[in-house]
Nanobody
Framework: QVQVVESGGGLVQAGGSLRLSCTVS????????MDWYRQAPGKERELVAS???????NYAESVKGRFAMSRDNAKNTVYLQMNGLKPEDTAVYYC??????????????????WGSGTQVSVSS
């Protein structure tokens, strides 16, 4: 089994900062990529930032220059540093991870898993 757990959300004033964390646990063999998505009330879920196994990171235009994603491969953890937050950044932020895990001795299966989300609220 693979679990994806986010933390670090909260309420902050416009212009403030938050750092989100996402940790993948289980018998992880390889993580191919990890992404941050967000979903605001009444809107579709959108990709915020993505990171590949070779540390190539891409950002949505709306967060470029304000958000920074980093990885700690030893801890199977990614972070999303969010600076210059705006009220329109208010959303539930979800972590998504994909890769391979040991399903039983000698066997690997791929996983494509989501966390349950963490709320980020930015007041004006």
């Amino acid at each position: 089994q693979v679990q994806v757990v986010e933390s670090g959300g909260g309420l902050v004033q416009a212009g403030g900062s938050l750092r989100l964390s996402c940790t993948v646990s289980g018998s992880i063999r390889t993580i191919n990529g990890m992404d941050w998505y967000r979903q605001a009330p009444g809107k579709e879920r959108e990709l915020v930032a993505s990171s590949t196994a070779d540390d190539v990171t891409n950002y949505a235009e709306s967060v470029k220059g304000r958000f920074a994603m980093s990885r700690d491969n030893a801890k199977n953890t990614v972070y999303l540093q969010m600076n210059g937050l705006k009220p329109e950044d208010t959303a539930v932020y979800y972590c998504h991870a994909r890769g391979w895990y040991d399903s039983r001795p000698g066997y690997q299966r791929n996983f494509d898993s989501w966390g349950s989300g963490t709320q980020v609220s930015v007041s004006s």
